[in-house]
C-alpha cells in the first residue's frame, strides 16, 4: 500500500501565492508520475500538473505560467507552488502518484486539501 498525505492548503485573495506539497510514504517500487488534480463544486476532476521521474512536466492550459509543479524523489515528494492565483482556481486539490508494482501501474490518490481564492 501506498499512503500520499497533502499540506499547504488554505485561504487567499486573487492574486496571492500558495504552494501545496504531498509525500508518498508505504511500500514503494518505484514512482513513475507524480501529479495534482483539482475538483471544484459541481465539476469533474481535473488534471493541474504532471510530472515524470525524470523531470518532464505537463500543465493545464488554464495554469501554465501560473503553476510550477516540482519533486524530490529522495524525499518522494511532490510540490506545486501556485502563484497568481485566481478564483476559478478555487477547489479541492488532490495528491496522485503512478506507482510501479510487480510490473504493473496503480493510482494513488491523496485526501485532497481544500484551496480557496477569493475576489
Known amino acids: 500500500q501506498v499512503q500520499l498525505v497533502e499540506s499547504g492548503g488554505g485561504l487567499v485573495q486573487a492574486g496571492e501565492s500558495l504552494s501545496v506539497s504531498c509525500v508518498a510514504s508505504?511500500?514503494?517500487?518505484?514512482?513513475?508520475?507524480m501529479g495534482w488534480y483539482r475538483q471544484a463544486p459541481g465539476k469533474q476532476r481535473e488534471l493541474v500538473a504532471a510530472?515524470?521521474?525524470?523531470?518532464?512536466?505537463n500543465y493545464a492550459d488554464s495554469v501554465k505560467g501560473r503553476f510550477t509543479i516540482s519533486r524530490d524523489n529522495a524525499k518522494k515528494m511532490v510540490y506545486l507552488q501556485m502563484n497568481s492565483l485566481k478564483p476559478e482556481d478555487t477547489a479541492v486539490y488532490y495528491c496522485?502518484?503512478?506507482?510501479?508494482?510487480?510490473?504493473?501501474?496503480?493510482?494513488?490518490w491523496g485526501q485532497g486539501t481544500q484551496v480557496t481564492v477569493s475576489s
Open positions: 496522485n502518484a503512478r506507482v510501479s508494482r510487480a510490473g504493473l501501474l496503480y493510482n494513488y
Open positions: 508505504g511500500s514503494i517500487f518505484a514512482i513513475d508520475v
Open positions: 510530472i515524470a521521474n525524470g523531470g518532464s512536466t
